[in-house]
């Protein structure tokens, strides 16, 4: 089971950042070469992340590699694109993905380097980042607009002013956050939310993870790696809920070996669904553990 | 890949270094300084003067304050300063692994 519930955001242009952060463990780490990084220093983080790719740690580790960068319509994107897929990136995240046809655009330039540079066609995937209204209306084409895509995430900060609002209780991203959810999983991808910015709010923090657990999402984006470890417990299973779905899976066995087609589990009804939500929580305590 | 004009790229902070090129009429100039430089003086100079010549760089000055950087940020400092200073910029990336 991929697991993909942490996906840390890391300056481009941070030579120690860069060097270091696989110590933390996130599901995936994303080398940001926009928001973050200066317009003088863009030249330098690409050459940075391009050989940060390529560090054994990094390639060895089994940990994803994400790229963010800088969108094709800049002086830098198509720069960018052609470091990190040469580089051998796992993910490319395109910023500000407004319609379908962005994708599209990525989709054939991405294809066109990995003809150039004997990469396999196919190989890198991508993400969409959508980061306002356009991108929120059209987040079913987006989320359908590529067999690379491997999710889309919301991005808050441009959404918001987009909007005309600002980040509050969380009440200004509801909208966005059903729609980026429900095109992902119409399109059998992942869907990621957006950071939570104040790091020091360990309470907000996990209030909001909650949420974005309920409602569905698979993970989050992350500016601190102190939130990492909140996070991934939060997404564990309890031990109760791994106790109870080995019983029901277990049940289910039974009734399916004795050729039962209603399965009860102390007096309660068992149906398809249940059982399948049962597996999907022993797979996720197979591979994350279960919460401390 | 001739240097033209003076440039500068990388930070002071821990894991990274400074990287100051000039023009020079032949031949390469390294400086370097380094809290590190009895351990890995010759393996950071090594580095340098082999990303250089990839570049084929063979005229410049090129001082290094190395504050522990690994190779590969080495690399990609000195590419960038390489970048920055010279006459036209033609290396391409598989140049750069």
């Known amino acids: 089971m991929k697991l993909r519930r942490s996906m840390l955001f890391l300056p481009g242009a941070n030579a120690a950042m860069l060097s270091t952060a696989f110590v933390f463990k996130p599901d995936s780490i994303m080398f940001d070469l926009e928001d973050a990084v200066s317009l003088r220093e863009k030249d330098a983080a690409r050459i940075l992340v391009f050989h940060a790719l390529q560090m054994p740690i990094y390639r060895e580790s089994g940990m994803e590699t994400v790229v963010r960068i800088n969108p094709l319509s800049s002086p830098f994107g198509m720069e960018d694109l052609e470091a990190v897929v040469r580089a051998g990136v796992d993910v490319v995240r395109l910023p500000k993905t407004d319609t379908p046809e962005d994708v599209h655009q990525l989709e054939a330039e991405v294809e066109r380097i990995e003809r150039a540079c004997g990469r396999e066609v196919g190989s890198t995937k991508l993400m969409a980042a959508i980061e306002s209204a356009s991108g929120v209306i059209n987040a079913v084409p987006i989320a359908m607009a590529s067999k690379r895509l491997i999710g889309i995430a919301l991005a808050a900060f441009d959404y918001v002013m987009d909007m005309q609002t600002q980040r509050g209780d969380g009440s200004e991203l509801y909208y966005a956050r059903c729609a980026v959810l429900h095109a992902a999983r119409f399109a059998k991808i992942d869907a990621f939310d957006a950071v939570f910015s104040d790091v020091n709010d360990d309470e907000g923090f996990l209030k909001e993870v909650d949420l974005i657990k309920r409602l569905g999402f698979n993970g989050k984006s992350l500016i601190n790696p102190r939130q990492i470890e909140l996070l991934h417990n939060a997404y564990a299973p309890t031990d109760e809920e791994v106790d109870y779905s080995r019983r029901v899976v277990a049940a289910a066995e039974d009734g399916e070996k004795q050729g039962l087609g209603v399965i009860s589990l102390n007096g309660k009804m068992i149906d398809a669904p249940i059982i399948e939500h049962a597996r999907m929580v022993l797979r996720r305590a197979a591979a994350s553990g279960t919460r401390k | ?97």
């Open chain 2, 1 to 97: 890949m001739k240097i033209v004009r003076e440039a500068l790229a990388g930070t002071l902070e821990s894991s990274d270094l400074m990287v100051r090129i000039a023009p020079r009429a032949a031949g390469l100039e390294i400086v370097l300084q380094s809290e590190v430089i009895h351990q890995f003086g010759a393996q950071i100079e090594a580095v340098a003067r082999e990303t250089l010549e990839k570049l084929g760089v063979d005229a410049a000055q090129v001082i290094i304050e190395d504050k522990g950087a690994l190779d590969c940020v080495i690399r990609a400092r000195i590419q960038t300063v390489v970048r920055r200073a010279a006459d036209a910029w033609t290396a391409d990336w598989s140049a750069l692994a």
